[in-house]
Nanobody, 121 residues
Framework: QVQLLESGGGLVHPGGSLRLSCAAS????????MGWYRQAPGKQRELVAT???????NYADLVKGRFTISRDNAKNTVYLQMNSLRPEDTAIYYC???????????????WGQGTQVTVSS
C-alpha cells in the first residue's frame, strides 16, 4: 500500500508564499510523475503542476511564473513552492502520484487527502 503525507498548507496574505510537501511511503520501486491539483469550492479539481522522474515539468497557465514544482526522487517527495499568492489560489491542494510501481502487479495512481490553502487579507 502507498500512502501520501501532505504538509505546508495554511493561511497567508495576498502576495505571500507557502511551500507544500508530499511524501510518498510504502513499498515503492518507482514513481513516474508526481504533482499537485487543487479544488476550490464549487469548482472542479484542476491541474496545478506535475513533474516526471526525469524532472520534466508542466504548469497550469494561471500559476506559471509564480509556482515552482520540484521533487526528490530519493525521498519520493514532491514540493510546490507558491509565491505571489492570490485570493483565487484559495483551494484544497491535493498531491497526486502516477504510475507507482511497487513490484507487485500493475502500476497505480494515488491521491493525498488534501491540504487547505487560504489566501486572504
Amino acid at each position: 500500500q502507498v500512502q501520501l503525507l501532505e504538509s505546508g498548507g495554511g493561511l497567508v496574505h495576498p502576495g505571500g508564499s507557502l511551500r507544500l510537501s508530499c511524501a510518498a511511503s510504502g513499498s515503492i520501486v518507482s514513481i513516474y510523475a508526481m504533482g499537485w491539483y487543487r479544488q476550490a469550492p464549487g469548482k472542479q479539481r484542476e491541474l496545478v503542476a506535475t513533474i516526471t522522474t526525469g524532472k520534466s515539468t508542466n504548469y497550469a497557465d494561471l500559476v506559471k511564473g509564480r509556482f515552482t514544482i520540484s521533487r526528490d526522487n530519493a525521498k519520493n517527495t514532491v514540493y510546490l513552492q507558491m509565491n505571489s499568492l492570490r485570493p483565487e489560489d484559495t483551494a484544497i491542494y491535493y498531491c497526486n502520484v502516477q504510475r507507482v510501481f511497487t513490484g507487485r502487479g500493475s502500476p497505480n495512481d494515488y491521491w493525498g487527502q488534501g491540504t487547505q490553502v487560504t489566501v486572504s487579507s
